[in-house]
């Protein structure tokens, strides 16, 4: 069974920084692109951030560029983004999602997704 859980997600003042990881069992991590994707209420899945299966390419939403590093340990099966200078615009549930596509920054084409970790940020 494939399982992905995000875990670090809370609340935080603008300006201040959270790291969120996501822990993937039932598959073989390093075969999978990771992603991290938002979904604040009343809106679609936004992409935020994607990193290859190796670690050695990532891309980023422009809105999350210079704030956000995306980054996985393929020895502990998990993904992190760590999440700096947060503003009240990144308040959503992120979500972490697997695809065997490269660099996708697409939702539709990621085959598993965790169920979200919320991320709060007052202003």
């Known amino acids: 069974q494939v399982q992905l859980v995000e875990s670090g997600g809370g609340l935080v003042q603008a300006g201040g920084s959270l790291r969120l990881s996501c822990a993937v069992s039932g598959v073989t991590f390093r075969s999978y692109a990771m992603g991290w994707f938002r979904q604040a209420p009343g809106k679609e899945h936004e992409f935020v951030a994607v990193i290859s299966w190796s670690g050695g390419s990532t891309k980023y939403a422009d809105s999350v560029k210079g704030r956000f590093i995306i980054s996985r340990d393929n020895d502990k099966n998990t993904v992190y983004l760590q999440m700096n200078n947060l503003k009240p615009e990144d308040t959503a549930i992120y979500l972490c999602?697997?695809?065997?596509?490269?660099?996708?920054?697409?939702?539709?084409?990621?085959?598993?997704w965790g169920q979200g970790t919320p991320v709060t940020v007052s202003s």
């Open positions: 999602a697997a695809t065997r596509t490269v660099l996708p920054i697409i939702s539709g084409v990621y085959e598993y």
